[in-house]
């Protein structure tokens, strides 16, 4: 044994030719996982310097003891990290390429049998070897910049002179996986194989390259070496790169524009000024607030995985589901439940809404095919898995029913009590209601501790989220068995409690109230839209509520004024703007007229144009004509939906600031790189954020009002997040 850690072991390994060849694996000690955290780093540089000691070795093979590789560097250290300032940022990132050009520098050729994934820091590490051997199923990547930052320990150097500066834009500025194939064919690595011949490759491209069949000296000085590109080239690989990643990434992301500056800067350069340029871009970006804030809803990702993950262990198993209700949403839920391996019923009254439900599904599987994801054939088996049905006939061996009728009380309590009464004693039912009480809904049933609610997002296919309603009766396993369904169609299943709107809409409807008061007030829906897309937000509040339906949100809005009706009466309560958009059939993308009117692309998507008769009719529901500031109109929207997220955390609707959070990330596109509705408080600071609700509430009313708790709160300095997740 040349070297022995918690994480990292180095021993020798003869192969048949005799060469002394040093096997060095990570193996960390109680993870499932290996990761590169402080620690690691640690052991792996001493156990660098104990193979640089050790006297006859003729070649290293790195590899992992655990179905991964490396999935990077560990996460949960960066804000501790990185609240220690940009120098010391820097001196952690010069050290780890001290060890990683260590490792490209030893007097004989290395390589990396990569087994499985090899993210981040992971992949930084193969690419500081002198070969890399993937087994089929691995993938490799550059994913910082999905947090804000760029590779900081070699990737925007050595990536480049392997595979051209084009792809290595490509892959670390979208911050993609990729898989074995696709690396082999970019020259990323050198050869693909099946897992069970992964080390037996790798012993035998280092054999070869000790015989001197193999060049292994040529490739570390093209590695080190200054890219050789001339000016046509440069401004095809850089120039052009950089208008298209600023537009696709948007002016809140800096890190995708800041990876082709750094690549542009370090290509002259050989590789220790090229690093140092990397090193210097890396700190930088990591003091940002979008920096911080990609890397908080990171960790919050990983509570809400974990809280799911001891969810899924009290559940049954889901072999077969069925929903009720065809038509889109139907659809849409059959065929995410058949394309992530759950066959499932679509039922109906209606054998046309049957036909919509299918066709719906139809349409996202072509979809599929058609950006090659999927084949003819695969497309044609996973339809199979949807098993359309006008009968009870096959309910008896169904593991968990779906209802998505009319939202309806009686309705969908009617519904839920007939398919109890066709399905067994321990089948979960679950209501896809977005405001109804699942408590109340629970009155009709012989079982209601088999019953929840599931909530899932418009568009079914593209949205992540689903609430998982917990109501007055819900039992444990029906809770467990619908949070390990959810995840198994693909989605992020959050937990919470009955109440009106749940989480989501609860949070939602105070920000459509505050856009209804401005627009009552005299300020132009279209600026608004604006101001708040400029924010962050995928679309400004008029044209979300052209997507979402105006009867859906006159619904709804009456909803929450009946069970919030000290806060919540603008939204359906009164003649305001929505309603009278209601009132003139005007209801959004569904009839291609709302606040905007909508025409239909070249590929039938529906866009938005200015409609001089919404403007008109705007005009009648104004009863001040004041003008606003940016920031004035970000406040009075902002505030009261941050607020309820507040009161949503005290009453226990959901239980920790990470899943309220990662909800309204997931669930209505909060802006990512503000981190959450909490976050965003604590970014401004408790004391600040009271103030500035005071000063609302003052003018507005009890929407804009802080609770006392908020209040204790921000006298006492605290905040939603631990001392070392704030900024």
């Given at each position: 044994?040349?070297?022995q ?15 002394g ?36 070795l ?15 560097a ?64 691995a ?6 910049t ?46 693909v ?26 490739r570390?000085?093209?590695k ?35 990876v ?37 809803l ?9 809280k ?7 559940a ?72 359309p ?50 408590t ?60 009106p ?87 959004g ?32 529901v104004?009863?001040?004509?004041k ?55 604590d970014?401004?600071g ?42």
């Open positions: 044994m040349i070297y850690g918690n994480a990292i072991k180095v021993e020798d390994v003869i192969v048949d030719g005799g060469e060849i040093a096997r060095l694996t990570f193996d960390l000690a109680g993870e499932s996982i290996n990761k590169l955290s402080s620690a690691v780093v640690g052991e792996l540089d001493a156990a660098v310097k104990a193979i640089q000691s050790e006297k006859g003729k070649g290293l093979v790195i590899g992992s003891a655990k179905d991964v590789f490396i999935v990077g560990d996460i949960t250290e960066f804000h501790g990290l990185f609240e220690k300032g940009g120098q010391h940022i820097e001196e952690m990132l010069e050290r780890t390429h001290g060890i990683f050009n260590a490792i490209e520098d030893l007097p004989f050729p290395t390589c990396t049998a990569i087994n499985g994934l090899a993210l981040g820091g992971g992949f930084e590490l193969a690419l500081a070897t002198d070969f890399r051997v993937m087994a089929e199923s993938r490799v990547g550059l994913p910082e999905r947090l804000g930052l760029l590779p900081g320990w070699g990737g925007c150097v050595r990536l480049p002179r392997l595979i051209g500066a084009d792809n290595a834009i490509e892959w670390i500025a979208g911050g993609t996986e990729n898989s074995a194939d696709t690396a082999l064919e970019m020259n990323a690595v050198d050869a194989v099946p897992a069970v011949k992964l080390e037996a490759a790798a012993l035998d491209l280092l054999s070869r390259a000790i015989r001197g069949e193999l060049d292994y000296r040529t570390r000085a093209e080190s070496s200054p890219l050789r590109l001339n000016p046509i080239e440069q401004m095809m690989a850089f120039e052009t790169a950089k208008g298209y990643v600023a537009g696709k990434a948007g002016p809140h992301y800096p890190a995708p524009v800041e082709i500056k750094v690549i542009q800067k370090g290509s002259g350069e050989a590789r220790g000024r090229a690093q140092a340029i990397e090193t210097t871009a890396f700190a930088r970006l990591a003091m940002t607030e979008t920096c911080y804030h990609l890397v908080g990171f960790l919050n990702d990983q509570v809400v995985k974990k799911a993950g001891n969810h899924a262990k009290q049954r198993p889901v072999s077969q589901a069925a929903v009720l209700g065809a038509g889109i949403m139907g659809g849409g839920i059959a065929y995410q439940s058949a394309s992530k391996g759950t066959p499932i019923l679509m039922k109906d009254i209606k054998a046309e809404a049957i036909e919509l439900g299918l066709k719906e599904a139809r349409k996202l599987f072509a979809k599929q095919v058609e950006r090659g994801k999927l084949s003819s054939e695969g497309m044609a088996e996973k339809l199979t898995k949807i098993r049905t006008l009968s009870y006939e096959d309910f008896g061996n169904v593991d968990l029913v779906v209802e998505a009728v009319v939202e309806n009380l009686g309705i969908k309590q009617n519904a839920l009590s007939e398919v109890e009464g066709q399905v067994g004693e321990d089948t979960i039912l679950t209501s896809n209601t977005s405001t109804i009480s699942i109340r809904l629970a009155e009709s049933l012989k079982r209601p501790e088999n019953f929840c609610g599931m909530h899932f997002f418009n568009p079914v296919h593209r949205m992540p989220l689903v609430e998982v309603i917990r109501g007055g009766t819900s039992g444990d396993t029906a809770v467990a068995t619908t949070v390990a369904y959810a995840r198994v169609m693909g989605k992020t299943p959050i937990v919470v409690k009955d109440c709107g749940f989480l989501v809409n609860r949070v939602l409807f105070p920000y459509l109230d505050g856009f209804s008061r401005l627009v009552a007030q005299g300020a132009d829906f279209r600026h608004v839209d604006k101001v708040m897309e400029a924010f962050g937000w995928p679309m400004g509040p008029a044209y979300l509520l052209d997507v979402v339906g105006m009867d859906t949100a006159v619904h709804a809005g009456e909803v929450m004024a009946e069970a919030y009706p000290d806060r919540m009466g603008g939204v359906g309560g009164n003649k305001g703007v929505i309603q009278v958009m209601v009132d003139n059939d005007r209801l993308q569904k009839n291609t007229r709302g606040f905007y009117a909508y025409e239909e692309d070249r590929k039938g998507k529906p866009v938005k144009v200015i409609d001089e008769a919404a403007i008109d009719l705007v005009k009648g104004v009863t001040s004509h003008t606003y500031s940016d920031e004035s109109i970000i406040s009075r929207m902002m505030v009261p939906l941050c607020l309820e997220a507040v009161r949503c955390l005290e009453d226990g609707i959901v239980e920790t600031p990470a899943e309220a959070d990662m909800a309204l990330v997931y669930g209505i596109g909060f802006p990512p790189f503000r981190g959450g509705a909490l976050r965003y408080i970014t401004m408790l004391a600040a954020f009271v103030d500035l609700a005071e000063g609302l509430a003052d003018e507005l009313g009890p929407l804009y009002a802080p609770t006392e708790n908020l209040r204790r709160m921000a006298e006492a300095n605290e905040s939603f997040y631990s001392a070392v997740d704030r900024h």
